[in-house]
């Protein structure tokens, strides 16, 4: 188009009109102005990892202890562990006091897990990261609880997080389809237009003897039959879906994602601070009497207050550790507070847990006073033991840890002793303790994650998730999210099932629990072989594969990590499911709206062309010129490119299935009624065409009849297009500023060049009587009206073609 308008104006010169020379050149200026904006984004996946396997190190070297840059570490090195501090490298225990490592980076288990020292570390082999009570511990976890010393067995590359940016490495991004398709579209109309304007200005050379007119009528047929719009409105429309996404707190790093969001078919998200809100709360609260399930912000009643006291005081002041700060918070609930249970107490000892002896007790004296009050809290089976519990006693807990861990949620027992003397037992087992009760915990579900997983299912989108969290845990909050399915799959038998099985049982289960990286990336790959469109949701550097391999990667804008933000296509600001359904929503509407720009700019293309070309065939006079042409591109793109994409979702938007992501951006269907309307309006414009010649008008004056009234003609179009569904009502009734603004732009230009000398000069336009113009008005609402019935009933017919197949 660019090089049209400077032909045409370079001819207009070389003719001596510098007037219509410039007026083309300004056009072809801002027709440039309204380039493509192409994706230059880089991959800094890699580099990220970097970054993050780098923390700051404590060793021992020489004797002392030194701070080095994590990159400096290597095996052999010995790591000291301090609360706060990530993990420099893979490394085995070898000296722990009340360790409590977050491994949700690798695992996405919600809770820290206890690290012990076990006899034969130093020769065992590293196992996977997740699980209670092993010695191993992982780069780029963090250290919630406790300290310890370490021996560095792997680095770089070799460690856990190192094979996950291998496995990046090796990934392939999805192409962008629509680029594809919108380059193909292109190479075609292009192909054709350039072909019937070669024709045509050899018909009207040899035929005429007139090869200047020939030349100016060939760029104006051109100009006409050019999809110059096509990139232009891809462009826009990604660019404005972008922007759009960014005002729901969604931000997009690759503009294929907003193409394939209206296709997704299946959502595979992660638990941890997705569905859940990403923090430990107080769940239940019993002892063999009395249950209670808080609400928010509520203070337990009175009999369970010394309940909430003792795990307190059975904890460390000021912790990183979850559950101790959510037992800390609801005893800021009770009178008095916090300080109020340690008002006047002392810590005397702490007993740390040991694999033996999975409880950990605190023991305090009150000032001036002899008598110690031990407190302890652990696996509840262990406090049971220390309890001494009878039988019945026994039964009863048995039964309260089966109810509550089918329920999601995770156990803490608490006890209490009462201790005289100064000296103190050597272990835990030497205090007489008095059985409490069991606190429970648990990441509460996000509460609008129901009503957006129906909002899916509606939608026809299935919703997966795939953790790193314990089989129990996962499948209570998949219930109470609403999550449709038969059983868990878990990591060990996933695992253990081939390619095949695997694909059979996929479409069933929508629970996956104890999910390795590696096995994340096959779930992702066995959605996308059974012919699922996949969007993957993940905030830790385990999800970051397959984040990429997904068609759409979600990654967590708050919460996660570098690696996942970038191996990501977009990113969530405020880590809310909700987001990813107004995402899904917004994605759908892009598409939509993109379609229906297409089909308005084939439909608009094809009177134009045929006004440009019907005078070439028949030796009329000329009614389009390339500054006709022009003038109508200036409408067209703003038109497609700004008012189409402006326009608001279709009512029934969230409740058609996922459009299949081989569907072209123009179908069959879509081309023939673009046609239809293109023809219909052409026969409109020829029809006044043949009268005006048959009136014997002059040929500036008709030249402005047949251009005023295709260019109402034009705005008809637009009117059409703007719904599949809507009424003519409601083609003027819907909400859209751009597109009033673009029709009194035009309004307001069209009664200038009808009006004002130089401007008609300009136009080569004759007077437009009012009995003229009435035709004009008449052309434009009669087009709109029948094609809005036609547009009914060719609605009704593909949606029974749709049916009967």
């Known amino acids: 188009m660019f090089a049209l308008l400077l032909g045409a104006g370079a001819i207009y010169l070389f003719l001596g009109d510098l007037t219509d020379a410039l007026m083309l050149l300004v056009f072809a200026c801002v027709s440039i102005s309204i380039s493509v904006i192409q994706e230059l984004r880089s991959e800094r996946v890699l580099e990220a990892l970097r970054d993050m396997t780098s923390p700051r190190a404590l060793v021992i070297r020489d004797g002392g202890r030194k701070r080095i840059p994590g990159r400096e570490v290597v095996r052999g090195d010995a790591i000291v562990l301090l609360e706060g501090d990530r993990v420099p490298a893979d490394s085995v225990l070898v000296a722990a006091n009340n360790l409590l490592i977050d491994e949700s980076l690798l695992t996405g288990e919600s809770a820290p897990v206890r690290k012990l020292v076990a006899s034969d570390s130093k020769e065992a082999d590293m196992a996977r990261p997740g699980g209670e009570d092993q010695p191993f511990l992982f780069s780029g976890t963090l250290i919630v609880r406790g300290d310890g010393l370490a021996i560095v067995r792997s680095t770089g590359q070799r460690s856990e997080i190192g094979k996950i940016g291998q496995t990046l490495g090796k990934i392939v991004a999805e192409p962008p389809r629509l680029r594809q398709q919108t380059r193909s579209l292109v190479r075609n109309f292009a192909a054709a237009g350039m072909a019937a304007s070669l024709l045509a200005v050899l018909l009207y050379g040899f035929l005429r ?13 051109g100009m006409s039959m050019l999809p110059q719009e096509f990139p232009l409105v891809l462009s826009a429309f990604m660019v404005m879906g972008a922007w759009r996404l960014s005002q729901a707190r969604v931000l997009t790093r690759r503009a294929a994602a907003i193409e394939m969001l209206g296709s997704a078919t299946v959502l595979c998200t992660d638990k941890t601070g997705t569905l859940t809100e990403n923090r430990m709360t107080i769940a239940e609260l019993r002892t063999p009497t009395e249950t209670w399930r808080p609400a928010a912000g509520a203070a337990a009643p009175g009999p369970l207050i010394e309940l909430i006291a003792a795990a307190l005081l059975a904890s460390g002041r000021d912790s990183f550790d979850p559950m101790e700060r959510a037992i800390a918070g609801q005893a800021a609930l009770h009178p008095g507070g916090v300080d109020g249970v340690y008002a006047g107490l002392a810590l005397v000892r702490q007993y740390g847990l040991r694999s033996e002896l999975l409880a950990m007790t605190n023991v305090w004296r009150r000032r001036n006073e002899l008598q110690g009050l031990a407190f302890t809290k652990g696996a509840p089976e262990t406090i049971g033991s220390l309890c001494r519990l009878d039988a019945g006693q026994l039964a009863w807990l048995r039964a309260a840890l089966d109810e509550m861990a089918r329920e999601g949620v995770r156990v803490l027992g608490v006890a209490r002793a009462i ?6 037992p050597e272990d835990q087992k030497g205090f007489a303790f008095e059985f409490l009760g069991l606190v429970g915990f648990a990441d509460p579900l996000r509460t609008n994650v129901p009503d957006a997983v129906r909002e899916c299912q509606s939608a026809g989108v299935r919703v997966i998730m795939v953790t790193g969290d314990y089989p129990a845990t996962a499948e ?17 038998e996933l695992a253990h099932l081939d390619d095949t099985s695997v694909a059979a049982r996929i479409r069933t289960v929508s629970v996956f629990a104890r999910i390795l990286p590696e096995q994340k990336l096959r779930i992702v790959n066995a959605l996308k072989a059974d012919g699922e469109i996949v969007a993957m949701t993940g905030d830790g550097v385990n999800d970051a594969p397959a984040l990429k391999s997904a068609h759409i990667g979600i990654a967590m804008g708050g919460r996660g990590t570098d690696v996942a933000r970038e191996a990501s296509s977009i990113v969530l600001l405020d880590d809310d499911f909700g987001s990813i359904v107004r995402t899904i929503r917004l994605g759908r509407r892009i598409y939509d709206n993109l379609r229906k720009a297409i089909a308005y700019i084939v439909a608009v293309h094809v009177p134009i062309a045929g006004l440009a070309l019907l005078p070439l065939l028949f030796g009329f006079p000329l009614i389009l010129t390339p500054i006709h042409i022009a003038f109508l591109e200036m409408v067209i793109d703003p038109a497609c490119s700004i008012v189409f994409e402006a326009e608001p979702d279709e009512d029934d938007l969230m409740r058609r299935p996922p459009r299949s992501a081989e569907s072209r951006l123009l179908s069959g269907g879509m081309a023939g009624w673009s046609l239809f309307q293109g023809l219909l309006s052409f026969a409109a414009l020829a029809a006044i065409f043949a009268a005006g ?19 109402l003609i034009n705005g008809g179009l637009i009117l ?24 009194s732009g035009v309004a307001a230009v069209l009664a200038v060049t009808l009006t004002w000398q130089p401007a008609m000069d300009l136009f080569r336009f004759g007077p437009l009587h009012l009995d003229d113009l009435g035709i004009t008005l008449l052309a434009g609402a009669t087009i709109l009206v029948v094609l809005q019935l036609a547009k009914s009933y060719w609605r009704k017919v593909s949606q029974a073609a749709e049916d009967s197949n």
């Open 693 to 711: 010649l048959f009136r014997q008008l002059p040929e500036n004056e008709l030249r402005a009849l047949v251009f005023v009234s295709l260019v």
């Open 720 to 743: 059409v297009n703007r719904s599949s569904s809507g009424s003519l009502l409601q083609a003027f009734i819907r909400p859209n500023l751009s597109l009033w603004v673009l029709l």
């Open 476 to 492: 209570a909050i998949g219930r109470r999210a609403g999550l449709t399915g038969r059983g868990v799959i878990g990591g060990g």
């Open 419 to 424: 201790h005289t003397g100064l000296e103190l």
């Open 209 to 221: 003897g007139d090869w200047l007119q020939a030349v100016l009528g060939g760029i104006a047929l």
